[in-house]
């Protein structure tokens, strides 16, 4: 496979549930993203890491835990949401130069997790 | 807060005429500029970018233009196809509190119209 990979692509809870997203990127990056994207709304940022060490955590509440084991994979495991937090979730990856900040370089996405939370 | 925003959001285009999607932005500090792309379904994809030394640039069929006067960037999209139908982000990265931050527009929707 090609790219970035998200599993699984649909996903429905309850509120009670545990349940983890899973994100592989293919592409040899050295970063990888979090992001949070609802209708109407700007794309949220999460998490980052970068070189498998979590930078940064944009006030995300606790029942969102990210974990990334190594630089190809990235997880969200999720625990007692809400149904706020029904959205698309989406992975990206890029290739950052480790003198300068982030950002700075096109980041690839996947297709997303599309969560429902009942 | 500091935004980016964009000035509507839905643009219905005939087929093979040029579309424009404009996009303003809050922070002149902002110094890298990016248009995405995303097709229903799909996660976005990158389209073009440019920083916030040069005003144009070119790429296939498309062309971003920047006027740090106004703070405003533009996305031209030439002979617009079918394909094209998808909501187009901007997104703005600029150094706040010794970081930098990647700010995203809410998305303009093309719609091509046969």
């Known amino acids: 496979e090609t790219g970035v990979t998200q599993t699984p692509r649909h996903l429905v809870m309850g509120m009670t549930n545990k349940k983890s997203l899973k994100c592989e990127q293919h592409?040899?990056?050295?970063?990888m993203y979090w992001y949070k994207q609802s209708a109407k709304k700007p794309l949220e940022l999460m998490f980052v890491y970068n070189f498998k060490e979590q930078t940064e955590n944009n006030s995300v509440p606790s029942r969102f835990s990210p974990e990334c084991p190594n630089s190809s994979h990235l997880f969200l495991h999720l625990h007692t949401l809400q149904p706020e937090d029904s959205a698309l979730y989406l992975c990206?990856?890029?290739?950052?130069?480790?003198?300068?900040?982030?950002?700075?370089?096109?980041?690839?996405f996947g297709p997303g997790t599309r969560l429902t939370v009942t | 807060g500091e935004s980016v925003g964009l000035h509507l959001p839905t643009l219905s285009v005939q087929e093979g005429d040029n579309s424009i999607i404009n996009c303003a932005y809050s922070n002149s500090a902002s110094d890298y500029f990016i248009w995405y792309k995303q097709e229903s379904g799909k996660g976005p994809q990158f389209i073009i970018d440019?920083?916030?030394n040069m005003d144009k640039r070119q790429g296939q069929r498309v062309t971003v233009l920047l006027n740090k006067t106004v703070k405003h960037l533009s996305l031209q999209i030439a002979a617009t196809q079918p394909g094209d139908s998808a909501v187009y982000f901007c997104?703005?990265?600029?150094?706040?509190?010794?970081?930098?931050?990647?700010?995203w527009g809410a998305g303009t929707k093309l719609i091509i119209k046969p």
């Open positions: 990206a990856s890029s290739q950052e130069n480790i003198f300068f900040s982030y950002y700075l370089y096109e980041q690839y």
């Open positions: 440019i920083r916030s």
């Open positions: 997104a703005e990265n600029h150094l706040m509190d010794s970081n930098y931050q990647l700010i």
């Open positions: 592409l040899g990056h050295n970063a």
